[in-house]
């Protein structure tokens, strides 16, 4: 089983500054198969970025993911309001798929 | 546009059984693989099951083998989760997640609210 941990577990950021959020995977994941999703309070998740660093349709170009291997970053370049969330990386390469444990990002 | 319209969620006592149902529509639902994500309450996300798009091939989290049935019915456009000797710790929201043509969970349903409780 491929175990993801997020860091930090809360980014307290004002809006308009920089988030950058981290997913380390405990084996190596194809890019290909290495999403973020961001969840709401009462909602559900809402695909970001797929294979690594593909933006999802209608996600804003604030939002941009990299890397490969063991090490993921999602970033965000200027914090919206409506960006204060939960943010989870995922793989779905192999089963299990797994989560991270999500990185909660909210107003300082 | 995508819909997935989750029911059957509610409270059941511990070892009793429960069905959830997925209804989909403003895709072809035949053409796709489904999933099961649960969340319980103030925690994160975890896969519970996949089943593929013609419901030959179907892999589950080692917690819910057993006693966890995902199924479908394409002609009714429906996923299900049958869900057999249920626990407290099977206690979550249940979401269903449609599988994009690359393989990620593209789009979600709001959820059921299933609450294993004596």
């Known amino acids: 089983e491929i175990v993801l941990t997020q860091s930090p577990g809360t980014l307290s950021l004002s809006p308009g500054e920089r988030a950058t959020l981290s997913c380390r995977a405990s084996?190596?994941?194809?890019?290909?198969?290495l999403v973020w999703y961001q969840q709401k309070p009462g909602q559900a998740p809402r695909l970001l970025i797929f294979?690594?660093?593909s933006r999802a349709p209608g996600i804003p170009d604030r939002f941009s993911g990299s890397g490969s291997g063991t090490d993921f970053t999602l970033t965000i370049s200027r914090l919206e309001p409506e960006d204060f969330a939960v943010y989870y990386c995922h793989h779905y390469g192999s089963s299990p798929l797994t989560f991270g444990g999500g990185t909660k990002v909210e107003i300082k | 546009q995508v819909q997935l319209v989750e029911s059957g969620g509610g409270v059941v006592q511990p070892g009793r059984s429960l069905r959830l149902s997925c209804a989909a529509s403003g895709f072809t639902f035949s053409n796709y693989g489904m999933h099961w994500v649960r969340q319980a309450p103030g925690k994160g996300l975890e896969w519970v099951a996949v089943?593929?798009?013609?419901?030959?091939?179907?892999f589950y989290v080692d917690s819910v083998k057993g006693r966890f049935s995902i199924s479908r019915d394409n002609a009714n456009r429906t996923l299900y989760l049958q869900m057999y000797s249920l626990r407290a710790e099977d206690t979550a929201m249940y979401y269903c997640a449609k599988t994009a043509g690359r393989g990620h969970l593209d789009y979600w349903g709001q959820g059921a609210l299933v609450t294993v409780s004596s």
């Open positions: 294979g690594a660093s």
């Open positions: 089943i593929s798009h013609d419901g030959s091939n179907k």
């Open positions: 084996q190596s994941v194809a890019s290909s198969y």
